[in-house]
């Protein structure tokens, strides 16, 4: 990818030429006066972005770099990626309305990686909420403070149930599940992406081989797996498969050797760990762990998992469970060595409280299933001093959490 719009924008006398840009230096800064020509026009009136607002986007990716790439030289392609790398967060959407290569850049998986490598990366909360009478969700961005940075756009599907959520290459994937529209329920195989750094609209992706509900989901290298649940006429299902982002294509896999349902799924050392829900092969809830393995394209089976959970989060390389009978401790996995432990969780005032789960600087986050005055949010910090795990957090989303997913770019 050649990057010389970003040339042009720094000062390449190369391209200042035929560009219709030119710079000029004024109390000891570059700043640049841009004449529009018919080649970015289009861009300018598609993302509806000012000319002065561009030029301070583009002030502000400067400001991080060395006073010799201020000057009219070129950089290389590896230099100008950095420089936009630097540039915060809030400001990836304007960075896109600069031009199709920017844009293109932003998308790609390789951006997060330089933004990983140069220590930039910034934690945002994406939170499903819904109001008291759980008759409207929506999808609300909170950042490391707990500040409220807006509304996502409504997916193009009728609110479903027993949907997927993950996170993959920064983007924010929302899949399958279960919905009813003038009073007949189906089943879905649809996925929808939403780009978390150009803050774009919901785009369609590739469908489930199998349209399922009450599944689980996890990314694990790069692909995103999908596994059991319910299909279209309610069976419980074995079947099992994986998205490629690359070709955007699901692809079946070995399946589970017994139907389950209603479970979750992790990812550790890049194996897959599904575990929780039931399955045919037991009275009740099932223990049993499946445990797939990517390279080997094989299921095996541990026996210690465990059972009715309500809410879970990976964090610090380690699975943190909530079971219905039992909401006042967290239960801890630690796959080095298959083990658990119980953890109590600090009273909060009620008896009956319930949790979802977040995550922010590698620290769990308790929400509260119910709107009760002077709750504030528990926080658990696995990496604290023993007796001083439990905080409380200001980090609180506007109504009732659904479900939650920490997205880093």
Known sequence: MAFTDFGAMCGRRDNLRGSGISASRTTGRNYFKIKTSMDYESDWTRHGKSLAFTARVIRSATLFMPWSCKIPIGLPDDVAKHCLALVPRANFPAMGGVCKKWRSFIKSREFITVRKLAKVLEEWLYVLTTDAEGKESHWKVLDCMGHNHRLLPPMPDPMKAGFGVVVLNGKLLVMAGYSVIDGTGSASADVYQYDSCLNSRWSKLANMNVARYDFACAEVNGMVYAVGGYGIDGDSLSSAEVYNPDTDKWALIESLRRPRWGCFACS?????????????????????????????????????????????????????????????????????????????????GSTSIGFRFGIMDEKLLLFSLKEEPGYHTLLYDPKAAPGSEWQTSDIKPSGLCLCSVTIKA
């Not at 039931?278 to 393995?293: C, E, K, L, P, Q």
Request: hydrophobic share 40%.
């Open 268 to 348: 550790f050392e890049g194996k897959l760990y599904v575990m929780g829900g039931r399955s045919s092969f037991t009275i009740g809830n099932s223990r049993f762990v499946d445990v797939y393995n990517p390279e080997r394209q094989t299921w095996c089976e541990m026996k210690n998992g465990c059972v009715m959970v309500t809410a879970h989060a990976v964090v610090d390389k380690r699975l943190f469970c909530m079971e219905w009978k039992n909401q006042r401790k967290l239960a801890i996995f630690n796959p080095e060595d298959n083990s658990w432990k119980m953890v109590p969780v600090p009273l909060t």
